[in-house]
């Protein structure tokens, strides 16, 4: 592939996966003075620690300037990788401290994972839907993606063990807790039964978690990697309880895995950045996200119940959608007639901004779906906006009946 005619370049077959993020040109579509958006999947900014944050950096570069501004180990910043493994413990996920790597963001971890499993056309299997960021993670490394089917608690063992069956898969990509785009979680009894039968098949898993922590009434189940520590590698982030702005993240795998991804981090960025790293151990080592985290489970708990209000008042019948234990987005399922990625210029018209359920969709896109995310709005905004958004729905099935 040329880079254009003139150009002496020529792009690597890889660079034709690399296709512009539908959500990034939707968001230029909505981010449009006046419109509602329910579209991003930012986290709410007033949940962000600017005060403890200004003192960590300040007492950072009092105490250790030289060394914070230093290149650094590719593994990470030991104290704050013997923390994520305290903290993984209380989880029920056992690991030393040296199986932790900090990464810049889960999302590079999803990169590193990429690099180092897969073959051009080998299969990954993935939820349908999934986290967009992941299949333009794994589209470069050409696999063949296969989107495992499910229902409101994640995906179906059945369907799982079928996919696997049919292509010697290298990993199975999933989120059990308050997933992206969807909102839904993994049970106790699935959680057990699909870590079960992946093991009996051998069937490795990528856990991702950036959301575990956002629960609104009880903790979600034990994940998945504490189950089979062996055959299952975790990504977890401080994008979440924190700040994204950090890209702080990282990956926990089996040792045998360990070693590459540190080689592939080591290419890829050499160290995530020293300073961040010691900044965010230095405001989470006395115990500040057991007080700061239950601070944003509130707030985004009261915004997904008046959005569920709203959409109770506001849609009109024949449209589903779930009720999220926790997280930030929740899923509607529009009559089947009805394509979400046509209404959305509507929408925007009328002042209010989702995002399309399609994209999620590794294959065999749903077309009458979206995801609403209920963090970034107030409760009046909500009212509005999901207002607008039963009148465009409304309008749509009438031209449809
Ligand atoms: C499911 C999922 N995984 C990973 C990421 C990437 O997060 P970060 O790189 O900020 O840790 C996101 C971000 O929205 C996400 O929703």
């Known amino acids: 592939m ?5 150009s002496p370049f020529r792009m690597a077959r890889r660079a034709a996966q690399m296709n512009p993020s539908v959500i990034r040109e939707i968001l230029k ?3 449009q003075p006046g419109v509602i958006s329910f579209a991003g999947g930012l986290p709410a900014p007033e949940t962000f620690p600017v005060e403890a944050m200004r ?6 570069l009092r105490d250790a300037p030289q060394a914070a501004l230093q290149y650094a180990a590719s593994e990470g910043y030991a104290p704050l990788r013997e923390w994520v493994a305290a903290d993984l413990g209380r989880h029920g996920l056992r690991v030393d401290a040296d199986q932790v790597l900090v990464t810049t963001g889960s999302q590079q971890g999803l990169d590193l994972v990429a690099k180092v499993l897969i073959d051009a056309g080998s299969t990954v299997l993935v939820e349908a839907p999934t986290y967009l960021g992941a299949l333009q993670a794994f589209a470069p490394m ?5 989107g495992v089917a499910g229902d409101g608690e994640g995906p179906r063992i059945d369907a799982m063990a079928a996919a696997a069956r049919a292509a010697d898969a290298r990993f199975f ?4 807790n308050f997933q992206n785009p969807t909102g839904r979680s993994m049970g106790e009894a699935r959680r057990a039964e699909l ?11 990528l856990e991702d978690n950036p959301y575990g922590e956002l629960w609104f009434d009880d903790p979600p189940p034990t994940g998945l990697a504490a189950r089979n520590p062996d055959g299952v590698i975790y ?13 702080l993240g990282y990956v926990v795998a089996p040792r045998a895995i360990a070693g590459k991804l540190l080689q592939a981090k080591q290419a890829a960025d050499l160290h995530t950045p020293g300073f961040n790293q010691r900044v965010v151990h230095e405001v989470i080592r006395d115990g500040f996200l057991d007080r700061h985290v239950p601070t944003i489970r509130a707030r985004y708990k009261a915004q997904r119940d008046a959005m569920l209000a709203a959409l109770d008042r506001h849609m009109p019948p024949g449209v589903r959608w779930n009720k999220p234990a926790g997280g930030m987005f929740l899923w509607v399922e529009l009559p089947a007639a009805l394509d979400a990625t046509r209404l959305l210029p509507r929408a925007v018209e009328r002042g209010v901004a989702f995002v399309p359920g399609a994209p999620f969709f590794a294959e065999g896109p749903q077309a009458n779906t979206l995801r609403l995310s209920y963090v970034t709005a107030n409760a009046a905004q909500i009212e509005t906006g999901i207002a607008a958004l039963g009148a465009v729905v409304r309008v749509a099935l009438e031209d449809v009946a």
Do not use: H, M, W
């Open 55 to 60: 003192e960590a950096c300040a007492r950072v």
């Open 195 to 205: 870590v079960a039968q992946a093991e009996a098949i051998g069937l490795p898993l």
């Open 235 to 247: 990504l977890g982030s401080f994008s979440k309880v924190l700040a994204p702005g950090l890209r």
């Open 2 to 6: 040329k880079a254009d005619n003139t």
């Open 173 to 176: 990509y999933l989120l059990p």
């Open 142 to 146: 050409e696999p063949r993606l296969v």
């Open 29 to 31: 579509l909505t981010e």
